[in-house]
């Protein structure tokens, strides 16, 4: 789908935006002293491709903001949407300079506490699938791991595929993990590596869909790939178990599987009449629908 009027702006500070949107305005005594016709998203480069769609459904379907809510002007609808981080997400909730913040992690209870009155909306659930190049001679011997064999090659511990299984060529392991303000290295880091700090030799990668690329195009790398991800990527990748649970749906849903996490919009206190009716299509039967083409499991 053509994303025309949706704005996917990949920036590393999406707060800078602030300065382009007045969209952190709220409704105050309930009205609004000045339409804005524009939403602001910005967060999880995860969470950021599924509304980005749903926003350009949304524009799609309605036009205007008067074909949403007669009561609001015939503002043309502009939903825009930038990636940054999860952490990046919530500062600009904070900051008042997004409406939303797009997480792919539960909300830390600092970036709860910091807003006056915190509100969130989990759409879905992701997983974390470790994974390798199809072709890594890993794939044609393992179909689990367990979670110290995990935290052994990630921390650094184990550096060359024969010190995991002598079988195994005596090649360097290269590691491929989300950057530190993403959401996937929180859970990875809480989940797996527990109190072991992931090695510096790692390459920390920007985006989940831009580490399962560098997986994909790498025999001797291994990283870990969003659900919805490396679905996508099914015939790229080899996917392992973890403590003998597979990454599946049911076991992602019951919490089974270890390494999983919410899919998490956050705002803070009552939403002008826009935010409400987006919201709204979001949580719609459309909504869920969405989320589960883009590979995830809704909530909604």
Request: proline fraction near 4%.
């Amino acid at each position: 789908m053509r994303l025309t009027r949706v704005v996917m702006s990949l920036l590393l500070l999406p707060i800078a935006l602030g300065l382009l949107f007045a969209c952190g305005k709220k409704e105050e005594n309930g009205a609004q002293a000045a339409f804005n016709n524009t939403l602001f998203l910005a967060g999880s480069s995860t969470l950021a491709p599924t509304i980005s769609q749903l926003a350009e459904l949304f524009r799609q379907e309605y036009q205007t903001w008067d074909q949403v809510d007669s009561s609001l002007p015939a503002g043309e609808i502009q939903i825009s949407v930038a990636t940054g981080g999860s952490g990046a997400g919530a500062r600009a909730v904070l900051d008042g300079t997004a409406n939303f913040g797009m997480l792919a992690r539960a909300a830390r209870e600092a970036e709860r506490d910091a807003l006056s009155d915190y509100r969130e909306l989990k759409v879905g659930i992701d997983a974390l699938m470790i994974a390798v190049h199809r072709d890594n001679p890993l794939a044609g011997k393992r179909t689990d791991l367990t979670a110290a064999e995990v935290r052994r090659i990630f921390s650094g511990e184990i550096s060359r595929w024969h010190e995991l299984d002598p079988e195994l060529p005596n090649e360097e392991i290269v590691l491929l993990v989300r950057d530190v303000g993403g959401g996937a290295h929180g859970v990875f880091q809480n989940t797996v590596m527990e109190r072991t700090d992931v090695s510096d030799r790692a390459v920390q990668v920007p985006s989940m869909s831009g580490l399962v690329t560098r997986l994909a195009g790498n025999r001797q790398a291994i990283g870990y790939a969003s659900y919805g991800v490396a679905e996508a990527h099914r015939d790229q990748l080899a996917v392992f178990s973890l403590d003998g649970v597979a990454p599946t749906e049911d076991s992602i849903m019951s919490g089974s599987y270890p390494v999983s996490r919410p899919l998490v919009l956050i705002w803070n206190g009552e939403l002008s009449t826009t935010e409400q009716a987006f919201l709204n299509y979001l949580s719609s039967p459309i909504g869920a629908r969405i989320i589960g083409e883009m590979g995830f499991l809704p909530l909604i």
